[in-house]
């Protein structure tokens, strides 16, 4: 099952922060617990603040259940050190299944 995330950062430079350090190292970390990152986009349209991310949960999973696991292991605490959360103003996330004619699946 994918899930198409996305979130809104209070400024640019958190959302560049977030991107290039925090994000990058949770491909990583969602690997360890089966988690497939298909890809992380930022936004260039409209001067928004946000991040765009591709995932895939391995098949049977329950994706909230997967997601806590993730955010109480020290791997998620280590990718996020030297992050102040508050700097996410939201998340919008959304379970996709794939089109018998989608290239990804």
Known sequence: MFQLRIY????????????????ARHVATFTKF????????????????RLVALIDY????????VTRQVMASPEF????????TDEIVDVQSM???????????
Do not use: C, N
């Open 77 to 84: 605490a280590s990718d996020m050190a030297g992050f102040d």
């Open 34 to 49: 089966g988690v497939t990152t298909h890809g992380v986009w930022t936004e260039r349209s409209g001067g928004a603040s």
């Open 8 to 23: 809104t950062l209070r400024s640019t430079e958190a959302l560049q922060q977030y991107a290039k350090v925090h994000w």
């Open 95 to 105: 379970l996709l299944d794939p089109t018998s004619f989608s290239p990804i699946h």
């Open 58 to 65: 391995p098949p049977g999973a329950d994706p909230e259940q």
